[in-house]
């Protein structure tokens, strides 16, 4: 997703396919281009499966390549606030860009998307 910097994205609303608000985005990893963002980092709100009671963040990544500004401003993602939720936890220390692109991640959408292709 085309953005014109960090700042721009940072701490809007995130939004589901369904327009479902998932969160806000956390954090924001570019490509080499600046802008150009790859992952969203979103800090989940309400009930997450699993969870431990607590004051931790529920932070999330999410593949940007697909994103778009949603109507009315915040972030529309390509995914179901259910798989955005199952996807594997971030810990608010391990945002670099090295650790927002491991295998997992990748995986994770990739299968994700399989199964709701039906391959």
Not at 91 to 104: F, K, Q
């Amino acid at each position: 997703m085309k953005i014109q910097g960090r700042e721009q994205v940072l701490g809007a609303l995130a939004f589901d396919s369904d327009g479902r608000r998932v969160g806000r985005v956390f954090a924001v990893h570019c490509a080499p281009d600046p802008y150009t963002a790859v992952w969203f980092v979103v800090q989940v709100t309400g009930i997450v499966p699993g969870r431990v009671a607590g004051r931790r963040r529920r932070l999330r990544a999410v593949p940007a390549e697909a994103a778009k500004w949603a109507e009315g401003g915040g972030v529309w993602m390509p995914y179901e606030r259910e798989q955005i939720l199952r996807s594997p936890p971030l810990e608010a220390g391990d945002l670099t860009g090295a650790s927002l692109a491991p295998n997992v991640l990748h995986d994770y959408y990739e299968t994700e998307r399989a199964a709701l292709r039906g391959d």
